[in-house]
């Protein structure tokens, strides 16, 4: 897709931020990077100069080359990211904004386009194919209806695709993840009355349930599941 400039591009993709920000919380992801951060240092003592491309976003950089590149790069794929990591401690509005392209194109999107070749019935390659009749086919236009069609069925077929994403959903459970976690000894009445100021009576008891859910939910999404947040 063309965009006519960064405003454009970072509305587009404002979504694969929800991805990112649950990634960067994940106990696991942090481990990495303070592996990961170290590398970029030793490869330049082998090196020298190496490093001068490590905030492009080409697919093939001198340090990407080097086997302390390859190491990143194999950290980067265990958690769906295609090259390399960043910092957990940088926000995506914090990012520069060649970083949040480089992972949205690279990292973020590149697992849910993967998901239109999975198939049960195909498990050694995992690819479906679309057939197309060039004899009914003959101009561009009927060609783009019928491959859409033909992927609209698909999509009916798979409840992955389906599942209705609400995104205000993801900022309470980020906002409850943080309470709890830079807090622990908070509990769950007062986590409640923060996400739920207006809740009292009953209505307290049911908002201190639902935290306690979102916590759940929080913690599923920063050990592997914000893989499966897609962009709409």
């Not at 993709?13 to 106990?27: Q, V």
């Not at 295609?82 to 910092?87: G, I, V």
């Not at 306690?212 to 914000?226: A, R, S």
Request: aromatic share 14%; proline share 5%; glycine share 6%.
């Amino acid at each position: 897709m063309q965009f006519k400039n960064e405003n454009d591009w970072e509305d587009y993709y404002k979504y694969e931020r929800y991805r990112y920000e649950f990634l960067r919380r994940s106990p696991q992801y942090r481990q990495a990077w303070e592996k990961a951060k170290k590398l970029p240092e030793k490869a330049e003592k082998n090196h020298p100069g190496c490093t001068g491309l490590i905030e492009a976003s080409e697919k093939i950089t001198p340090y990407s080359v080097t086997k302390e590149g390859q190491e990143e790069m194999r950290l980067a794929k265990s958690f769906g990211i295609k090259q390399r990591l960043f910092d957990p401690d940088v926000a995506w509005g914090e990012m520069k904004p060649t970083h949040r392209r480089f992972m949205a194109f690279f990292a973020l999107r590149n697992d849910a386009v993967q998901l239109w070749h999975k198939h049960k019935s195909d498990p050694e390659n995992n690819k479906v194919g679309i057939e197309i009749d060039f004899e009914k086919i003959n101009s561009k236009d009927a060609l783009k209806k019928y491959i859409g069609h033909k992927i609209d069925q698909y999509i009916l077929g798979r409840p992955e695709f389906n599942k209705k994403t609400y995104w205000k959903e993801y900022e309470r459970f980020l906002k409850v993840g943080d309470l709890k976690t830079e807090n622990p000894k908070m509990t769950w009445a007062e986590i409640a009355a923060k996400i739920y100021p207006n809740e009292t009576g009953m209505a307290a008891e049911s908002a201190e349930k639902k935290v306690q859910q979102d916590w759940k939910k929080y913690k599923k999404l920063i050990n592997g599941g914000h893989k499966k947040i897609t962009y709409p």
